[in-house]
Antibody, heavy 117, light 106 residues
Framework: EVQLVESGGGLMQPGGSLRLSCAAS????????MTWVRQAPGKGLEWVSI???????YYADSVKGRFTISRDTSKNMLFLQMNSLRVEDTAVYYC???????????WGQGALVTVSS | IVLTQSPGTLSLSPGERATLSCRAS???????LAWYQQKPGQAPRVLIS???SRAAGIPDRFSGSGSGTDFTLTISRLEPEDFAVYYC????????FGQGTKVEIK
């Protein structure tokens, strides 16, 4: 069964750092396009970052220079390193497989990140 | 590309037809547009890709149409489990989502 499970969310102070993890099963992360999408409380979906099979990465302007997407082939996992966190980064963060770099399916259950002083 | 969905909320009864609109600020290349359904406390799930192709396991009461800048998701007869929030997404130029349309029970 194809499945994604996020972990690592929590409460952080502004300016802090946090790393989200996404464990994949049923497929290989390194041979797929993988992405992060976030959803602020009561709000819509916002694309955050993507990593191609080649390793090429892209970021939304809102997180560029602060967030880094990466993967671990041996662990079949995806990561999102979030630095210089801001209150507006508060959201549920979903990892997903980007089908051929296009639409997103499947999605994980999400990890809540709260940034507050 | 900015996607604008309308209406913001659609109040309908089970069995009725739902028509959701997604308008792009510029043409979506190759009609690279997807639709997602999200229920409270759940992750989104894809319904439609390529503007009109149903994803695996999606009932045929869901259909997508449109091209260029105007796209539509139609639910032919609403079932109780269809009341949810729906998002469009373009993947022709990076990736962006619309703000969502909530389909609620009237």
């Amino acid at each position: 069964e194809v499945q994604l499970v996020e972990s690592g969310g929590g409460l952080m102070q502004p300016g802090g750092s946090l790393r989200l993890s996404c464990a994949a099963s049923g497929f290989t992360v390194s041979t797929n396009y993988m992405t992060w999408v976030r959803q602020a409380p009561g709000k819509g979906l916002e694309w955050v970052s993507i990593i191609y099979r080649s390793g090429t990465t892209y970021y939304a302007d809102s997180v560029k220079g602060r967030f880094t997407i990466s993967r671990d082939t041996s662990k079949n996992m995806l990561f999102l390193q979030m630095n210089s966190l801001r209150v507006e980064d508060t959201a549920v963060y979903y990892c997903a497989r980007a089908q051929s770099g296009n639409w997103f399916d499947p999605w994980g259950q999400g990890a809540l990140v709260t940034v507050s002083s | 590309i900015v996607l604008t969905q309308s209406p913001g909320t659609l109040s309908l009864s089970p069995g009725e037809r739902a028509t959701l609109s997604c308008r792009a600020s510029q043409s979506v290349s190759n009609n690279y547009l997807a639709w997602y359904q999200q229920k409270p406390g759940q992750a989104p799930r894809v319904l439609i890709s390529g503007a009109s192709s149903r994803a695996a396991g999606i009932p045929d009461r869901f259909s997508g149409s449109g091209s260029g800048t105007d796209f539509t998701l139609t639910i032919s007869r609403l079932e109780p489990e269809d009341f949810a929030v729906y998002y469009c997404q373009q993947y022709g130029s990076l990736w962006t989502f619309g703000q969502g349309t909530k389909v609620e029970i009237k």
